[in-house]
T-cell receptor
């Protein structure tokens, strides 16, 4: 069964304290790995898509990387406005290319 | 605004009521999705529409009835719901499955 697992479930950081979020996935059939940010009461906001091992993408303080078994979302010198839930999703193909989501990591950044 | 608009934002309904959720996109996307997001659970795919045709029903109870009259509009008709159906219902759309755009969701409470 295709599966996406995120860790930790929650992460508390001080402003400026860099860290990483993990997303592990079952390998077979993966066509893309998505990262989303979700603020309370809102829908997920697209951040990155990664397609092959070794690929990296950056946006402001965020950097996403992909290996053959997992993806990392690195947060460098976070600010309080980076506080949100970060969702990882695997795109497993099929005729509709449905996304399988992890449960998310809730990030809190304290000033 | 993401380009995917959901209404209403909040809905409280009794178990014997009938209500509908609406999703609208003018991004030129040709596939639309309904997801359910419950606390402590990953986003769950409910229905997929591709070019107005329902191509997937992810074992959703019949008290949820989707409708897609055209490629820009998607509805979710609700009747005789249960309290455990209370959740955030998210609509998403995509053109090429390389990027999925989500709406802000409808927070549904069944009393």
């Amino acid at each position: 069964e295709d599966q996406v697992t995120q860790s930790p479930e929650a992460l508390r950081l001080q402003e400026g304290e860099s860290s990483s979020l993990n997303c592990s996935y079952t390998v077979s059939g993966l066509r893309g790995l998505f990262w989303y940010r979700q603020d309370p009461g809102k829908g997920p906001e697209f951040l990155f898509t990664l397609y092959s091992a070794g690929e990296e993408k950056e946006k402001e303080r965020l950097k996403a990387t992909l290996t053959k078994k997992e993806s990392f979302l690195h947060i460098t010198a976070p600010k309080p406005e980076d506080s949100a839930t970060y969702l990882c999703a695997g795109h497993y193909g099929g005729s509709q290319g449905n996304l399988i989501f992890g449960k998310g990591t809730k990030l809190s950044v304290k000033p | 605004e993401t380009g995917v608009t959901q209404t209403p934002r909040h809905l409280v309904m009794g178990m014997t009521n009938k209500k509908s959720l609406k999703c609208e996109q003018h991004l030129g996307h040709n596939a639309m999705y309904w997801y359910k997001q419950s606390a402590k659970k990953p986003l769950e795919l409910m229905f997929v529409y591709n070019f107005k045709e329902q191509t997937e029903n992810n074992s959703v109870p019949s008290r949820f009835s989707p409708e897609c009259p055209n490629s820009s509009h998607l509805f979710l008709h609700l009747h005789t719901l249960q309290p455990e159906d209370s959740a955030l219902y998210l609509c998403a759309s995509t053109l090429d499955r390389r990027g999925y755009t989500f709406g802000s969701g409808t927070r549904l409470t069944v009393v």
